[in-house]
């Protein structure tokens, strides 16, 4: 009997041991590739202010014929809420410092990576 509970006890901590294990490697896994695109939002940095990036947004917008249906403008954020062909477009601005913005693009309620990307190419050069 002795020799049984040594037996079920050195395979209970092997399983343990290994469930941690794939319990960890599954973690570091989730956060590879998450630097762009996370949580169904494609995010970007821009060099300019957060005025520049907006006003950027609002022409791109106009370019690709969204319909805009919500804006907001502040001095250091800005979101502009719009419909496309995609769905529904959200562009979240958030300044960093007066030389730096980081952009947010949504499209959908869970987001569409491929979506964002087309739109985030149409708006790229004005970054």
Partial sequence: MNINKCVMTGLVCGMIVFQVGCLMLGAVGAGVGAGMYAGGDLE????????????????????????????????????????????KVAFKMKGKSPTETELSIRVGTFGDKGASELILAKLKPNL
């Fill in 44 to 87: 970007t940095k821009s060099s300019k202010a957060v005025a520049e990036v907006y006003t950027a947004v609002e022409q791109a917008c106009k370019d690709l014929k969204f319909d805009v249906y919500k804006q907001e403008q502040k001095a250091f954020s800005g979101l502009i809420v719009a419909n496309s062909d995609f769905g």
